[in-house]
């Protein structure tokens, strides 16, 4: 049971941000050179939701970071906003996944600073949006 | 002295004929529990103070004992729900079974069944009730 196989699906799986950064959604960042626009998550808590006397509950919660990465603040909005008109509440279970999503919440986003990558001198523009999720075995 | 952990802990309940030892017959246990509070025994003081108390100290003898209430959660579960609200306010016998098999018993009632919904997290049952009698401590399951 992989969250981040499930969050994959989704994001890829969506029109509106498949067509801004194809299949290019990485775990943590990108590679050196990686073709703009791109999205990355790291995954920064997964927690079990509910421990019991028994064991372990069958659900997880989980906080996400995303990041929306491209070459012009517009870019890197526009990826933003496709991003959180998907996540701001998907319950469901991606195709082929093995998660059922109970719920995702949008929880912050903000701005970092504009970047250099290491020998351009050509900026690009990070967002990065922090999301709550709750999931189980599908 | 071995310690207990407080993980494993179990809820059962029965009918009043349910033997406390007994490991499984005439119990049914009630599964994920989150929570167990057992019931606590109180004494209930007498003051016993006269004007030739010694040394001007208040004196007290022990009165009747409270035998307490039991507070135990678990995920809902519908079916488990509808079971337990259906023997609310009946005389059941109850335990609470430690990870080392001993714990205590008594006989009482369900006084209140609730829900505990939270928006990011998964729903509860709380189950509360009062105990009527004395305790009986559990040192091994048969």
Partial sequence: MSFESGLFTVLTGTVGISAIVASRVRPMEGSQGETRPFLAYSLQDDEDVSPTHAGPSTTRRVSIDIVSVADTYEACRALGE???????????TPSGSSVAI??????????????VPPGTEKPLYVRSQTYRAMYRAA | MPEVDGFGAA??????????????TGWTAVAELTDVTPPEEDTDEIETTHHGSTAKTRTYQAGLVNPGEFDIACHYDKTVYGTLRGI???EKNYRIILSDGSGVGWTGFIKSLSKEIDMEGLTITRIKGKVSGAQTLITALA
């Fill in chain 1, 102 to 115: 109970r719920w995702t919440r949008l929880e912050t986003q903000s701005d970092i600073e504009q970047a």
């Fill in chain 2, 88 to 90: 609310r306010g009946a």
């Fill in chain 1, 82 to 92: 496709a991003v959180r008109d998907r996540m701001k509440h998907y319950a469901g």
């Fill in chain 2, 11 to 24: 809820f059962w309940y029965g009918e009043t004929s349910a033997v406390f030892t007994a490991a499984t």
